[in-house]
């Protein structure tokens, strides 16, 4: 397979598998060029090498910086902005625990919290007793799952990595 191919086919995996995460499948492929790009890129190389608008482009880009995957860097004589990926796929992982945990996660723990004050009557009693208990489950697991992401998302690799073959063998 030639290098270009393999590039290719990695990109379009990488958007196929972050769409299946949730993510964006051409945030994804952006996020896949950062990953094997050595060179800076610009707006205009991202566009160029997806085969996208620049207002998708850019969109994605800043969401990407926004995330801490990838950086605005300049060259000096040059106007355009360009930007470099993180390649240090560790804090690829801790990074993208965070943001899914406050897009996502802190939300719903949200929401539990304030679906536990139901006004209960005395014909509904019952039925509001069991929808308490449900929610108050369900938040239970929702912030243990918060807390061990948010260990992980400040675990130091060697930690994570050791931790984890234990917990498999």
Not at 2 to 24: P, R
Request: aromatic residues 8%; glycine residues 6%.
């Amino acid at each position: 397979m030639k290098l270009t191919e393999a590039k290719e086919k990695f990109i379009q995996s990488w958007g196929g598998l972050g769409s299946t995460w949730g993510i964006n499948r051409t945030m994804a492929q952006i996020h896949a060029l950062f990953l094997i790009s050595e060179d800076l890129l610009s707006t205009e190389e991202v566009m160029e090498a997806l085969k996208i608008s620049r207002g998708n482009a850019n969109m994605n880009i800043r969401t990407l910086v926004d995330w801490g995957l990838v950086y605005k860097e300049y060259k000096s004589g040059e106007r355009k902005e360009f930007f470099r990926g993180e390649k240090d796929i560790w804090k690829v992982t801790q990074r993208v625990i965070k943001a899914r945990q406050r897009q996502e996660l802190d939300p719903m723990i949200e929401v539990l919290t304030q679906l536990q004050h139901v006004e209960e009557t005395a014909k509904n009693k019952t039925e509001v007793a069991a929808f308490k208990k449900q929610i108050k489950n369900i938040k239970e697991h929702a912030e243990l799952a918060d807390k061990t992401l948010t260990k992980i998302g400040s675990a130091e690799q060697n930690w994570f990595l050791k931790t984890f073959m234990k917990m498999i063998k």
